[in-house]
């Protein structure tokens, strides 16, 4: 695609609002915001120019759609956050010497940018090196330099990085179509694309665009950290370092961030799940396999309890499956094929034959649904699990209870027919929305995979693919839902939807998933009598709003800075008297507590009340109850609430009145 495509010695440009205008051929972006007004030539980044993010510098296509890009709005911030990727790239060169650095990729991501690099010799980037890196930054911001986008052949690319003895940007440049582009840093007051890289510029392979110059780039920046990262994400590959940062366009946004990032790791469910003693790990068991200390099961049981009764109101079906299965069973779900990587090597015998600990629950439910013959009348089908998965995660990347080797699914698998499929799937959603509302993870966007064109990347007919597809959207749609259409993520065997929660610290994680699947129906032949007496095939639904309970409960762990909420909550209670003087009238209480079913800690030691109270704080117990004299001579109990501080004294039962309303409502 050529740049300079004028037909004559004008070329005519289209802005968003349809207006057309006039230019000289050869004119560029830069040319357009100044024509439009000199406040726009000053604010321009870039353009985009048909869809495609292009720099200021470049000449536009006749005929073209072009809009002005500034950095106020999403699309500038990342091409600023882009640019600033180069700054430190160029930055590290500079301190430790650029004969040294091999530059590896450095993508913009949420809240900032990273880079990876790789020393010929064996140096590492250590944190206290990280304020010279954005000293050297600020220089080089200041310094105005101009980047200067250069295309040259595949050949000349290979030349120039093979002597530079690069052979990361050696192979991306193997993979990539002529022209090559890379850019090279000019001095400030240079003019023009051929003022030529000296010996000393700083030059790095990119399609681009970036800010005009490094002096444009309005932003505040802070490098975070230093981390280990193979190449290309491959651990057959060299580890390199990567460099985070966090970059915003104004100063309160990053001051934002970083105290997120600071409350982070104050809330690392790590550190909470020791302090709050909900769960442990421990190498004679092996990583990945939690254990959920009583706290901590008292939690996951009343999560359970609460799904289960919302399924119940949904017409789900418990049902109840083996750890194991045999090999067979994952030949024919197609497991054995598609998922071999994740699962744990086999287990039998020549005699036992070969099994396999379950990676997922769904072959099982579909042996429930073949054990009987069945019939449109019974139709939709919902079978429901909290079924252990295992799967074989390299030990490298297991990390608290986010990625596990062993984890419950709040699995459920629907069998509709075709016509069942729209309406089945809004309820699925509905009770995804409700449960991930109940725990006030309500920031939620949904997102659609629809098929990968490539044919061998999906299974099933076209016809269905696309009805199913335009339903789910269709439903998603009339439900109001917030989603994004994700062309080509859709599982194999069907289209799906993904749900992304953003908490409270403004980190995006996925949780729960809805799945349609044509491809198990068929591969274990499962059919229905249909009204007309006919044999048709059922289509599968997967779904499960939590995702794994386990990397769920991480994930919440954080978002609530381990404070879970009085339904929640392990402990709801702690009973403490002043004195030996109320132990009679507080164990009467917490016998009363626990006859309505509440969860009570008895504080029955022989200390004050001071670090009673303490105790529950760190514990993050919602509340104590305390009695003293005064408390039993009037009948009542004082409170101490985790949320709101002390409560005015009230009766036992109003404060049995409180509980129950805090629990009815899941607060
Ligand atoms: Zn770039
Ligand atoms: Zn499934």
Redesign the pocket.
């Known amino acids: 695609m050529g740049d300079a495509t004028a037909s004559g010695d004008k070329v005519s440009i289209t802005l968003p609002d349809g207006s057309v205008r006039t230019l000289g051929a050869g004119a560029t972006g830069a040319d357009l915001a100044a024509d439009i007004g000199p406040g726009l030539a000053k604010a321009a980044l870039a353009v985009d120019v048909d869809g495609e993010l292009r720099d200021l510098s470049r000449p536009l296509p006749d005929g073209a759609t072009v809009s002005i890009v500034k950095g106020d709005g999403e699309q500038g911030l990342d091409l600023m956050r882009h640019s600033t990727a180069h700054v430190m790239a160029q930055a590290v060169m500079d301190v430790f010497g650029s004969s040294t650095v091999r530059l590896g990729i450095g993508p913009t991501i949420k809240n900032g940018f990273y880079y990876d690099f790789d020393f010929v010799d064996d140096r590492h980037i250590k944190e206290e090196d990280l304020a010279a890196i954005e000293a050297r930054m600020g220089e080089i911001i200041a310094a105005d330099q101009r980047f200067v986008r250069e295309e040259v052949t595949r050949e000349q690319a290979l030349e120039t990085w093979g002597a530079r003895d690069d052979r990361f940007k050696c192979e991306l440049i193997a993979e990539l179509e002529d022209p090559i582009s890379f850019y090279f840093n000019a001095p400030a007051g240079t003019q023009g694309a051929d003022v030529g890289a000296d010996g000393d510029a700083f030059v790095d392979l990119c399609l681009g665009p970036h800010v005009p110059s490094t002096g444009r780039l309005k932003v505040f920046y802070k490098l975070l950290s230093v981390a280990g990262a193979y190449w290309r994400g491959d651990e057959k590959n060299p580890m390199m370092q990567r460099v985070y940062a966090a970059c915003f366009a104004d100063k309160k946004a990053l001051k934002k961030h970083l105290g997120n990032l600071e409350e982070a790791s104050k809330r690392d469910h790590r550190k909470l799940g020791k302090q709050l003693k909900l769960f442990h790990f421990t190498d004679r068991v092996g990583p990945g396999l939690p254990l959920w200390l009583p706290r901590g099961a008292q939690v996951l049981e009343t999560l359970v309890d609460f799904l289960k009764a919302e399924q119940r109101k949904r017409g789900y079906q418990t049902v109840s499956t083996p750890h194991i299965g045999r090999l067979e069973l994952y030949k024919t779900s197609g497991h054995w094929f598609n998922y071999r990587d994740s699962m744990f090597p086999l287990l039998g015998d020549e005699e036992l034959g070969a099994f396999a600990l379950k990676p997922?629950?769904?072959p099982h439910?579909v042996e429930i649904y073949k054990s009987d013959a069945r019939s449109y009348r019974e139709l939709p089908l919902r079978l429901a699990e909290f079924g252990t998965v295992y799967r074989y995660e390299k030990s490298g990347e297991l990390g608290g209870l986010k990625r596990v080797r062993g984890f419950t699914?709040d699995?459920a698998?629907l069998f509709v027919t075709p016509d069942q499929l729209q309406d089945e799937f809004k309820g699925v959603v509905e009770l995804v929305r409700m449960v991930l509302n109940t725990l006030t993870l309500d920031s939620v966007e949904a997102r659609v995979g629809t098929r990968d064109n490539v044919s061998d990347k999906w299974v099933g007919e076209l016809d269905q693919w696309e009805r199913a597809q335009a339903e789910i959207i269709e439903a998603c749609e009339e439900m109001g839902l917030d989603f994004v259409v994700e062309e080509g993520e859709a599982a194999f065997y069907g289209p799906k939807l993904d749900f992304v929660v953003t908490d409270a610290l403004d980190r995006e994680w996925q949780l729960g998933t809805v799945?349609v699947?044509y491809n198990?129906p068929e591969r274990f032949d499962l059919e229905y009598t249909a009204k007309d007496g006919k044999r048709e095939r059922p289509i599968?639904i997967?779904?499960?709003p939590f995702g794994s309970l386990e990397r769920l409960m991480g994930v919440y762990i954080e978002h609530v800075a381990g404070a879970f909420p009085v339904w929640l909550a392990p402990v709801q209670v702690s009973v403490a008297p002043l004195t030996d003087d109320q132990l009679p009238a507080a164990r009467e209480l917490a016998t009363a507590l626990e006859q309505a079913g509440h969860r009570v800690h008895r504080s029955f030691e022989n200390e004050p009340i001071g670090p009673k109270i303490k105790r529950a704080r760190l514990e993050k117990i919602p509340y104590v109850a305390i009695l003293g004299p005064r408390e039993i001579d009037s009948s009542t109990v004082s409170v101490r609430s985790r949320e709101e501080g002390e409560l005015d004294p009230m009766t036992w039962d109003d404060f049995l009145g409180r509980l129950a309303t805090d629990v009815a409502e899941r607060r």
């Open positions: 997922m629950n769904c439910h699914v699995d698998h799945q699947d198990l599968m997967h779904r499960a």
